[in-house]
């Protein structure tokens, strides 16, 4: 079995897998609808985030930097767009996509949770697919505040996959996918949901969420679904006959136009207080 995004903690150790590029080129497959829906209106997609000419925007957790690039082209000529990415690998892969153009954008290894940057160093921050895979995910909301100026705005972006639902005949099986994928493979599975309250815990004003339903097709999610299946079996989360028969099931509603997923995606917006409460 080649080792995938379903692999438990899988994204915090991009740079030990078996094939480092695997994660690239899942990133690129994945992305690539939001991607190129960002790259025809960059002012339009990053506009919950009022990104102006001349700011210092960070991207952390930043992957292959396509967002972190658009970021560039918003705050361009005088501001910066950094992305930081724990995986050399990434940030490696990010630094080729940007060689080639006078973009003010750098890419930087590090921490989400442990950020080397100091107070305030930037006008706005954002953070998408990240908090779900780390283990202290209010220490990362924590460090995205810090440096983030007063006045300033920080984001993050992540699903909550308890909403994940499967059409299938045998809907117990789609249920008991989504509770293992949930619970046991994704570390905060149900952070979507909790981010609107750590962003008031971190201390965040004018918090505002927003909600999205993606209904993605099989093609996406086929191997998200089958190397996660064949773990909750080997793991003893599912019976091998039931999920034999519930994976040709989706294969088959896929041949026939029937098949059917979805899951909500929430995007958490705050601002840094201008001033500290007294
Ligand atoms: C699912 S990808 C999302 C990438 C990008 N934000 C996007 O939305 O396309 C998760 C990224 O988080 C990075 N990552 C994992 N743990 C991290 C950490 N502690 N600090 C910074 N980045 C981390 C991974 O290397 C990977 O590039």
């Given at each position: ?7 438990h ?16 080129r ?50 361009a ?8 990415d ?71 972006m ?35 949901r ?10 965040l ?23 996660n ?33 979805a899951?909500?995606y ?13």
């Amino acid at each position: 079995m080649p080792q995938t995004p379903a692999d438990h903690a899988a994204w915090t150790s991009v740079d030990t897998a078996d094939d480092p590029a695997f994660f690239i080129r899942f990133l690129d497959a994945s992305r690539a609808r939001i991607v190129a829906t960002a790259a025809s209106d960059p002012g339009a997609f990053f506009a919950y985030l009022e990104v102006h000419p001349g700011q210092r925007v960070l991207d952390a957790a930043c992957g292959v930097g396509d967002l972190t690039r658009l970021l560039g082209l918003l705050v361009a000529p005088d501001g910066e767009a950094v992305g930081v990415d724990f995986s050399t690998t990434m940030v490696a892969e990010a630094r080729r996509r940007v060689e080639q153009s006078d973009l003010p954008v750098r890419f930087e290894q590090g921490d989400i949770m442990a950020l080397d940057f100091p107070d305030h160093s930037f006008d706005r921050v954002r953070a998408e697919q990240v908090l779900q895979h780390i283990p202290h995910p209010e220490t990362a909301l924590a460090e995205l505040t810090r440096v983030t100026r007063p006045g300033g705005m920080v984001a993050v972006m992540e699903p909550d996959w308890d909403t994940l639902v499967i059409d299938a005949d045998n809907l117990a099986m789609s249920r008991a996918f989504t509770v293992y994928n949930s619970t046991v493979v994704v570390p905060n599975g149900s952070i979507g949901r909790r981010l609107p309250a750590m962003f008031r815990d971190a201390g965040l004003v004018d918090v505002d969420c927003t909600a999205t339903v993606l209904l993605p097709p099989h093609s996406a999610l086929q191997e998200f679904i089958e190397s996660n299946t064949h773990n909750a079996v080997t793991e003893g989360f599912m019976v091998q006959s039931e999920a034999t028969a519930w994976l040709h099931d989706l294969e088959t509603r896929s041949a026939g136009g029937r098949f059917f997923a979805a899951f909500s995606y929430f995007q958490v917006v705050g601002r840094v207080a201008a001033t500290a409460p007294s």
